[in-house]
């Protein structure tokens, strides 16, 4: 990756992108927000919860974006009995009695974490541990994780019976939630046409480990200017009820609200979302792109707003 400057590092950046949601378009069909978020947050080293109903390709979208960025990928089926050394992986006795380590499925560049309310906290925190610290820590050895490391976790919003929410602490893990709709007539039509013909669409690799961790660290080098900033602080100040900078419907409508952990968040993916559109440095319109889906899983609404049929996005819309 020989560029002579950063701006042409970020044009070929650009280019970069374009391959690959052609790629990806090959095999999903629609859910092209989905697509470009879940994209910004690998580009900006964050993690991705999707809320969605079954059978929404959310395990193919992860699996073909792996394929596209040749990155390795693993899938864990999160249930009720599933134990933390399942995920991370367990200490054996080997032929010469002694202790080896065997590696758990979150050894993998891209892991994908399947109904993650369906497991107990104890379950869910080993996870969390490694998406925060990039390593795990196994019977007092620390063993890093695979670079670049990235976590999207599934979660099915109707079957409430027999889950385990996410406490706010691990939601605040999460760089994005983003909600998966239902696709629209024509794009389901264009879904039936292409999955019931019996032969699967081949997709091809468009990066490397290499370049992505390259990219990673070039968007953590865009210069953000001062106003946006303070405009992405703000907003996220304005969510927080009875404090000083709170807004009128924070006051009313909310529990709690978001930690500096979404202010950094805005500013980072609002640097790749700015790159992706070919701009050098990002603006106020980039950090509301982001907005909802940084915030979103990282305010909590109360009872008034629950009875008011109030939902989070509205909240949000208002403080934009």
């Known amino acids: ?180 709709e239902y696709p629209s007539f024509e794009e389901e039509l264009d879904i039936v046409k292409t999955t019931t013909i019996g032969s699967a669409q081949e997709v091809n690799k468009v990066l490397d480990s290499e370049e992505i961790i390259f990219f990673q660290n070039l968007l953590r080098k865009i210069p953000v200017a001062d106003n946006v900033l303070e405009y992405a602080v703000s907003l996220v100040a304005k969510t927080r009820p009875q404090t000083e900078r709170a807004h009128d419907w924070a006051n009313k409508y909310l529990n709690w609200g978001a930690g500096p952990r979404a202010s950094q968040f805005l500013i980072v993916g609002a640097k790749t979302h700015a790159a992706l559109n070919g701009k050098y440095s990002p603006d106020i319109e980039d950090v509301k792109a982001i907005a909802h889906a940084v915030l979103r899983h990282r305010i909590i609404r109360n009872y008034k707003a629950e009875a008011e049929g109030i939902s989070m996005d509205a909240i949000i819309d208002e403080l934009l």
């Open 1 to 180: 990756m020989n560029y002579k400057t950063d701006v042409e590092a970020v044009d070929a950046f650009v280019e970069k992108y374009k391959e690959l949601r052609k790629e990806i378009s090959k095999v999903i069909v629609g859910q092209d927000e989905t697509v470009k978020n879940t994209l910004i947050s690998i580009f900006s080293q964050g993690h991705v919860l999707l809320v969605g109903v079954p059978g929404l390709a959310k395990t193919l979208l992860v699996n073909t974006i792996g394929q596209v960025l040749g990155l390795t990928y693993s899938r864990i089926q999160f249930t009720p009995d599933l134990m933390p050394s399942d995920i991370i992986g367990t200490e054996i006795l080997d032929e010469t009695r002694k202790f080896k380590f065997i590696k758990g499925p979150v050894f993998a560049n891209i892991v994908l974490a399947d109904e993650i309310n369906r497991t107990p906290p104890k379950t869910q925190s080993a996870l969390l541990e490694a998406m925060q610290e990039k390593s795990i820590t196994v019977a007092g050895n620390n063993y890093k994780l695979d670079n670049p490391f990235f976590v999207l976790a599934t979660q099915n919003p109707i079957e409430q019976e027999g889950t385990y929410p996410l406490p706010e602490a691990q939601l605040d893990r999460f760089m994005f939630n983003l909600i998966l």
